[in-house]
């Protein structure tokens, strides 16, 4: 049986209704995997599991956070093939990625998950600035993260 063809509420929980256990995370990560609404660009590959918390400890986990690593993974990846692409001067794989990039904003997981209250959004700072030749900010936090 496949993530998709179980409920969330077959799933265990663990202890008031919005905590899930890691079997239940991963659950809701393997769904969000499964029907992911943009397309999985050349190179990469979603882990087949959700990443775990706690390094080692038992951790508990709120509903939808299988949803928003999915979407994490996602974006640390396009943002890296984003600037693997610039800085490899291929302006065409660029240009592709991030309009690939600039549809995360009108995905249900984004529009569910993301602060609309926040002052400058992930793609207000990463991307729009990228689209109109300044990569200088997207450049910057990838290499944050390496």
Do not use: C
Not at 10 to 25: M, T
Not at 124 to 138: C, M, Q, T, W
């Amino acid at each position: 049986m496949t993530s998709s063809e179980t409920s969330l509420a077959e799933i265990p929980r663990v202890g008031a209704s919005e905590f899930l256990s890691y079997a239940a995370h991963n659950w809701e990560y393997r769904t969000a995997v499964d029907n992911f609404p943009l397309a999985v660009f050349d190179g990469f590959v979603f882990p087949v599991d959700a990443p775990r918390g706690g390094e080692g400890r038992a951790v508990l986990y709120q509903q939808g956070a299988g949803e928003v690593a999915a979407l994490l993974l996602w974006i640390d990846g396009i943002e890296r093939a984003i600037v693997r692409a610039h800085l490899d001067g291929d302006r065409r794989k660029t240009s592709g990625l991030l309009t690939l990039a600039a549809m995360v904003p009108d995905t249900e997981i984004f529009k569910k998950f993301n602060d609309h209250q926040a002052p400058v959004s992930w793609f207000d700072h990463l991307i729009a600035p990228a689209i109109f030749g300044d990569y200088s900010n997207i450049v910057r936090a990838v290499r944050s993260r390496a």
